[in-house]
Antibody, heavy 116, light 108 residues
């Protein structure tokens, strides 16, 4: 069955960087759009970015554009999110999600905490 | 950006009762591209409904969605103990994709 496993979260200071990874199994990664969604503590989910199957179509939320970079390695069945210049407002659980529109498959999430 | 406003913020009901959750969009959601999710503590959201009214795979028929344009509703016909959770609506008719702030369904 479809499985998505995120890793790379942790505690960082404001201004620092972090790279999240998502390993996918149970489906062919290159066939699907993939999305990152985050959820700040106690709040609703927030769409962050998505990338098309071949990686040729990429969109970002205004709140992360210019700081975050989404990428994928279809040969490794992996999705990535490079996060630079992190601020406290980026503190959230980050989910790797299959799809572009609505989301039937989510990872378990990885917590990113930005604090001095 | 389409802003989704969910009401009420909290719904206090007993098992067996009917739950009606509302999601209102700041502008029309094209082609009823609206989804509903259920989230329990410590878990990722779970897709319940897409296309405003189509149940996702494995979702019991006590969950139903309706609406179009700017007003959408999720109805749980008879609450089961496992249905007490937070529910979010999400639109995918425009970019960026946006979520509502959630409705918590709690045991009365």
């Amino acid at each position: 069955q479809v499985q998505l496993v995120e890793s790379g979260g942790g505690l960082v200071k404001p201004g620092e960087s972090l790279r999240l990874s998502c390993g996918a199994s149970g489906f062919t990664l290159s066939d699907d759009y993939m999305t990152w969604i985050r959820q700040p503590p106690g709040k609703g989910p927030e769409w962050v970015s998505f990338i098309s199957g071949p990686g040729t179509s990429i969109y970002y939320a205004d709140s992360v554009r210019g700081r975050f970079t989404i990428s994928r390695d279809n040969d490794k069945n992996s999705l990535y999110l490079q996060m630079n210049s992190l601020t406290a407002e980026d503190t959230a659980v980050y989910y790797c999600v299959r799809g572009r529109d609505y989301y039937g498959h989510w990872g378990q999430g990885t917590l990113v905490t930005v604090s001095s | 950006e389409i802003v989704l406003t969910q009401s009420p913020g909290t719904l206090s009901l007993s098992p067996g009762e009917r739950a009606t959750l509302s999601c209102r969009a700041s502008q029309s959601v094209s082609s009823s591209y609206l989804a509903w999710y259920q989230q329990k503590p410590g878990q990722a959201p779970r897709l319940l409904i897409y296309g405003a009214s189509t149940r996702a795979t494995g979702i019991p028929d006590r969950f139903s969605g309706s609406g179009s344009g700017t007003d959408f509703t999720l109805t749980i016909s008879r609450l089961e103990p496992e249905d007490f959770a937070v529910y979010y609506c999400q639109q995918y008719g425009g970019s960026p994709r946006t979520f509502g702030q959630g409705t918590k369904v709690e045991i009365k």
